[in-house]
């Protein structure tokens, strides 16, 4: 059964980096598009930044445009979300998961066109 496993999260001050790690088990992941969504308590999972396999589509919600960017490493197996300048909004526990379409081209933010939803990692920005 192949699975993610996210890391890299913690507590960090407002202005502050983190870089999370997304990495795949059972499966190859360099085959399907990969997100990263997040879910603050009391609100929906929403998509964060998304990329395809080959990086040629990648998708940035708004709020977090010029601040975070994703990658991947396809040898390694894992997907990276590089968070910079961070803040207290930013604030909540962050997934990835891979698309259902291993032939989608342009990636979608869509939670539920994604699977293989990995557990999570608190990302905690507060002085």
């Known amino acids: 059964q192949g699975q993610l496993v996210e890391s890299g999260g913690g507590l960090v001050q407002p202005g502050g980096s983190l870089r999370l790690s997304c990495a795949a088990s059972?499966?190859?992941?360099?085959?399907?598009?990969i997100g990263w969504f997040r879910q603050a308590p009391g609100k929906d999972r929403e998509g964060v930044s998304c990329?395809?396999?080959?990086?040629?589509?990648?998708y940035y919600k708004d709020s977090v445009k010029g601040r975070f960017t994703i990658s991947r490493d396809n040898a390694k197996n894992t997907v990276y979300l590089q968070m910079n300048s961070l803040k207290p909004e930013d604030t909540a526990v962050y997934y990835c998961?891979?698309?259902?379409?291993?032939?989608?081209?342009?990636?979608?933010?869509?939670?539920?066109?994604?699977?293989?939803w990995g557990q999570g990692t608190q990302v905690t920005v507060s002085s």
């Open positions: 998961a891979a698309d259902r379409h291993p032939l989608r081209v342009v990636v979608t933010p869509d939670r539920y066109e994604y699977n293989y």
């Open positions: 059972g499966f190859t992941s360099d085959y399907y598009a």
């Open positions: 990329v395809s396999k080959n990086e040629g589509s990648t």
